[in-house]
């Protein structure tokens, strides 16, 4: 199993709509959850990151955090062509003092159609 | 100016060279790391530091050699490449106090 886990995709959705990603993980001592989008050929760029159970919305992007199932997912309402991108999914591998490593997901792709 | 430099950022080299590859920040970070990324495997931790005398291997650092020369310069050495070390190669910088991590634009490397 692995750590951190993502649908591979592609995810096609058509613009205006809500686009769903999802992320599961399998230590359940994790604390941190961080969403990065990937642009082909560029660099990861955070996006969100939540830290508890429940929701934390940034503009038209909403983190959603479940410990006791152990998963985390964004949701992007409203997509745009321009989020068009790969997500990955990032958490922090426990115990605290080795909390500064992420493990990452290997990132789902998004297709927004105009 | 970007927070997070890497050079080269596109590398071909052929099997046995000794290539360098160099990270630069400006955001003041003490935590710095090196990660490759391949197609379906994610990003993998190849060597982390927290100061100059601090480092420590990740997941996948054999093969793989750091130097810490700087708090704002962080090097990752091929001594003997591979070509299954053809990959996207990230810097990456870390804010002690979030575990948030800022990467670098990524050197794209070819071992032939």
């Known amino acids: 199993q692995k750590e951190v886990e993502q649908n591979s995709g592609p995810l096609s959705v058509p613009e205006g709509a809500i686009a769903s990603l999802n992320c599961t993980y399998s230590?359940?001592?994790?604390?941190?959850f961080f969403w990065y989008r990937q642009y082909s050929g560029k660099s990861p760029e955070l996006i969100m990151f939540?830290?508890?159970?429940g929701d934390k919305e940034d503009g038209r992007f909403t983190a959603q955090l479940n410990k006791a199932s152990q998963y985390v997912s964004l949701l992007i309402r409203d997509s745009q062509p321009s989020d068009s991108a790969t997500y990955l999914c990032?958490?922090?591998?426990?115990?605290?003092?080795?909390?500064?490593?992420?493990?990452f997901g290997s990132g789902t792709r998004l297709l927004v159609r105009p | 100016d970007a927070d997070v430099t890497q050079t080269p950022r596109n590398r071909i080299t052929k099997t046995g060279k000794r290539i360098m590859l160099e990270c630069s920040q400006t955001?003041?970070?003490?935590?710095m790391y090196w990660y490759r990324q391949d197609p379906g495997l994610g990003l993998r931790l190849i060597y982390y530091?927290?100061?100059?005398?601090?480092?420590n291997k990740g997941e996948i650092s054999d093969g793989y050699s750091v130097s810490r020369q700087a708090q704002a310069k962080f090097s990752l050495s091929l001594e003997s490449a591979i070509p299954n070390q053809t990959a996207l190669y990230f810097c990456a910088t870390g804010d002690r106090y979030s575990n948030e991590q800022f990467f670098g634009p990524g050197t794209r490397l070819t071992v032939l």
């Open positions: 530091s927290f100061d100059v005398k601090d480092i």
């Open positions: 939540i830290y508890s159970n």
């Open positions: 955001k003041g970070h003490d935590r």
């Open positions: 230590d359940r001592g994790s604390q941190s």
């Open positions: 990032a958490v922090n591998k426990p115990p605290v003092d080795s909390s500064y490593k992420l493990i």
